[in-house]
Every structure is written in structure tokens, then in C-alpha cells.
């Protein structure tokens, strides 16, 4: 049995809401063909699980990333606070100046100041 692309967008899309995977699902089938409602309905119970399980995960992926440019930052504002004697509050200001002055996203400069001390290490 192949199956239909509706039921697979309806399990990776958890921005659906049941409505919306219960027309998805009606719409994916031909006059000559339609999904039997109870599959249908099946299906639909089943996605609204599905679909908070991958949010769930696409929310931790994001936390961690967060966690991690955070990390990051904190030793680019190590780095700037011992290279100048600043304290963190103007370490951070003046990595967030730089990054806005060059137009480069914050995380990018301090990967790049944390690099580049990584390797004089």
C-alpha cells in the first residue's frame, strides 16, 4: 500500500491543527478513491501526538543551540574582560557593538574571538 503524501505532511507538520489534517487527509485522495473515514480518522488521532512529539524535539534542538551560543558568549566575554579589564556588563557591550557595528550576528563574532584565542592556546 503506498502511502499517500497527505498522511506524511499530516505526521511532520505539527503546525496543523486536526481540522486542518482532517482536509489535508479528504483532499489527498481521488473521486475514485477515498480514504476510508475510519483510517481517516485514525490517522488524524495520530498525527496530533506525532506532531507534538517533533515540537517537542525542534524545541529542545533549540534550547540546546541556545545554551550553547550562550556558552560561547559567555567565554567571548571572558576573553574581552581580561584582554581590556572591562567588567562582564561593558564586555558584553562592547562584543554586542562590535557585532552590530561589523554586521555580523553576535554568536558569529564571539565563535570567531573564541577561535582565534583556541588556537593561540
Not at 84 to 101: P, Q
Request: charged share 25%.
Amino acid at each position: 500500500m503506498r502511502v499517500p503524501v497527505a498522511w506524511l505532511k499530516a505526521y511532520c507538520d505539527p503546525g496543523l491543527t486536526p481540522a486542518q489534517v482532517a482536509h489535508e487527509l479528504a483532499m489527498s485522495g481521488t473521486e475514485a478513491e477515498r480514504i476510508d473515514p475510519h483510517v481517516e480518522r485514525l490517522v488524524t488521532l495520530l498525527a496530533v501526538p506525532a506532531g507534538v512529539a517533533v515540537e517537542r524535539s525542534l524545541r529542545e534542538d533549540n534550547l540546546r543551540a541556545a545554551l550553547q551560543t550562550r556558552k560561547l558568549i559567555g567565554q567571548a566575554v571572558g576573553l574581552v574582560m581580561e584582554r581590556f579589564g572591562l567588567d562582564a556588563e561593558l564586555a558584553f557591550r562592547y562584543l554586542v557593538r562590535l557585532s552590530s557595528n561589523s554586521n555580523v550576528k553576535l554568536r558569529e563574532v564571539a565563535g570567531e574571538l573564541v577561535g582565534e584565542a583556541n588556537i593561540r592556546a
